[in-house]
């Protein structure tokens, strides 16, 4: 798992967002994004790589992202993210062996005000 918290201002990377995202796909961990201020309304290349990161990641990876207003908010979000991963539970997928496997798995949940969100790990055969 990875938790970034990020505040807004002036972005100085100017790597390019599969440069972050094919890293955080094949590594297995969940990102989640915390971040605080008044979202950027600029345009600059550096912005729209950051926010592709930002967007992309935690979707891709089973994590979140949320959006701040004030620091004020960050203790009780924390507090709320570290019961939700205390509560997490390790689903197990196996398929029998065809010659063409599932192309998606969908994991839902079945009470309302639940959710679902998975990061696919893919084991060896012969690995529990």
Excluded: C
Aim: cysteine-free; proline content about 8%; charged content about 25%.
């Amino acid at each position: 798992m990875i938790v970034a918290i990020l505040s807004e201002g002036p972005e100085l990377s100017s790597r390019h967002h599969d440069q972050a995202l094919d890293p955080l796909k094949s590594n297995g961990a969940a990102f989640h994004a915390i971040t605080m201020g008044r979202p950027s309304s600029s345009v600059a290349e550096e912005f729209r790589e950051r926010n592709m990161v930002l967007d992309e990641a935690p979707r891709l990876t089973g994590g979140r992202r949320e959006e701040l207003l004030t620091p004020m908010g960050l203790d009780p979000k924390l507090a709320q993210l570290g019961d939700e991963l205390t509560h997490q539970y390790k689903i197990t997928y196996a398929h029998p062996d065809t010659l063409i496997p599932p192309e998606r798995v969908t994991v839902a949940a079945a009470k309302a005000g639940f959710t679902a969100r998975g990061t696919l790990i893919k084991e060896a055969k012969g690995r529990p």
